[in-house]
């Protein structure tokens, strides 16, 4: 008998998972294709507060979110990072005593502790301001956070994992229903072999298939709906130097980031329309493509067409529906729906909405619910406890790199290899004494002992699951590389 069953393995499902896990509750967790599948590696990318939310007057959101921003920097510092955000001004979208008043909310409503505070440049002269198109003559710098969005969430599951969760992936949840007391699971594998399984509790974490759980596995109703909004990124060659990144106004008062990605390329998102079709088949659009390459021309020197794009993705985000009838206005803000029998136990609890940077405060929220009706289970605690790699001192990434590099002189790519797995970096060499000893080398320092880590280690079951979620390799490695993993794992079937 589990405490807690949870299905969906986004970030909010495997963070539910740790939490509860860490609580001392029997937790296990079950993800129909990969961990980090859908929405939850398809973000921007980012831990921010929010700067746009601001003004719709999400301030309890904005303030959760710029906290969280400062404490996963601390959980997790090898893969959450600092970046510098620089918004050309354009007089007639917004002036600049509301961005002004915007950014003196940003810079104290979140507690910041290590971030700078913002300040305005003259682009013509400072080094921000020279990718810019030379009619932009103001700009205003501040500060938020990157992260890999993917390994976040198999972060936590391996955490969740280390703790006694039981995570399953390419596991369906086929039906649940109330039986003396517990629900009963019955669970596929991908090969359709069923089991069945008890839990006190049912969590219903499964993002844009929320509503489709709720009415195909679980037969319940609920009130609250959910609003699937696409988001769209394209990736093209660097468009300028430096680590800063870029927020763009745009005429139809969006915004668009333009990222520094993987050294090489440069990130440019989000769309947000309305999306009615089957969530695991999204796609982004030629007319994306094109609103996208043409936000960041006006604003460059350097012309983005569509024939510079390397790659693509587009994710389905689902917001909680608060009625709003535009699409990037609608609320980033979570909310719960909690089912109870007829004694009031058997929670079922299902989230609407959510974004990647509160997930640890809606996981802490999700078990306040759920905790009275269980009747067991101890104090909330992940605010300090760093996850897997996170254990760095003082937080300091590149002291750790430079003790890293000292050790391990002979370390194909030790900046990579910190960057995704920081103190677990030693776990993965194992016995290893030499580049040699890793094993084949596909390209960029990734090995066969890293490749067997991750299938070992982190549920990796297909070469997608390397080359575009536990790592961005699937940008950078040649054909050549990418036919060797390819045959590694045809191999090892």
């Keep these: 008998m589990y405490d807690l069953l949870v299905i969906g393995g986004g970030i909010n499902g495997v963070g539910i998972a740790r939490d509860a896990q860490g609580r001392g509750l029997k937790c296990l967790l079950v993800e129909a294709r990969d961990l980090a599948s859908a929405t939850s590696s398809a973000s921007s990318k980012l831990i921010h507060g929010g700067l746009r939310y601001l003004e719709q007057y999400e301030f309890r959101l904005v ?39 915007g950014l003196f909310l940003y810079d104290h409503l979140g507690g910041r502790e290590r971030l700078p505070g913002s300040f305005t440049i003259d682009t013509h002269t400072h080094p921000f301001g020279t990718p810019l198109a030379s009619d932009i003559s103001r700009a205003f710098v501040y500060a938020d956070c990157w992260v890999d969005d993917a390994r976040l969430v198999v972060l936590n599951a391996r955490d969740a994992a280390d703790r006694g969760a039981e995570i399953r992936t390419r596991t369906r949840c086929v039906e649940a229903r109330r039986e003396g007391g517990a629900w009963r699971v019955r669970l596929a594998d991908e090969s359709g072999t069923t089991t069945e399984v008890e839990t006190r509790a049912l969590v219903n974490a499964a993002g844009p298939w929320v509503n489709e759980v709720m009415g195909q596995v679980v037969r319940a109703n ?37 990222l520094p990605y993987e050294g090489r390329f440069s990130l440019i998102g989000t769309t947000d ?27 460059f020197r350097t012309r983005v067409a569509p024939e510079d794009v390397v790659w693509t993705y587009a994710g389905v985000r689902p917001l909680y529906d608060d009625a709003d ?11 719960f729906d909690v089912d109870l029998d007829s004694t009031g136990g058997t929670p079922l609890l299902s989230i609407f ?35 897997p790699g996170g254990a760095i001192q003082n937080a300091d990434f590149e002291a750790f790199l430079a003790d890293l590099q000292r050790r391990l002189p002979w370390l194909p790519n030790p900046r990579r290899l910190a960057r995704a797995y920081g103190t677990e970096v030693d776990r993965l060499i194992g016995d290893a004494r030499s580049a040699d000893d890793l094993g084949r080398d596909f390209g960029l320092g990734f090995t066969e002992r890293e490749l067997a880590y991750l299938v070992e280690r982190e549920w990796a079951r297909m070469p997608d699951d390397v080359l575009w979620r536990r790592s961005k390799l699937g940008l950078h490695l040649s054909a050549e590389g990418k036919a060797g993993i390819a045959d590694w794992f045809t191999r090892r079937s």
């Design 222 to 258: 609920s009130p609250k709906r959910l609003r699937l909004i696409k988001g769209s990124h394209v990736i093209v060659p660097k468009i300028h130097d430096g680590e800063q990144a870029y927020i763009l106004q745009n005429e139809d008062r969006r915004i668009v980031f333009v």
């Design 325 to 335: 009838v535009v699409a990037s206005q609608v609320t980033r803000d979570y909310a």
């Design 63 to 101: 303030r959760e979110a710029l906290i969280e921003r400062e404490v996963l920097l601390k959980l997790a510092p090898h893969l959450v990072r600092p970046l510098s955000f620089v918004l050309p001004h354009r007089p007639h979208l917004r002036p600049a005593w509301m961005i002004r008043l």
């Design 353 to 387: 909405g959510g974004k990647i940077t509160t997930y640890r405060k809606l996981a802490e929220h999700a078990l306040e619910r759920l905790l009275p009706h269980l009747r067991r289970g101890e104090r909330a605690w992940t605010e300090s406890a760093p996850l």
């Design 273 to 299: 329309e309305p999306f009615d079709g089957d969530p695991a088949s999204v796609a982004i659009s030629a007319a994306e493509t094109i609103y996208l390459c043409d936000v960041v021309t006006r604003h």
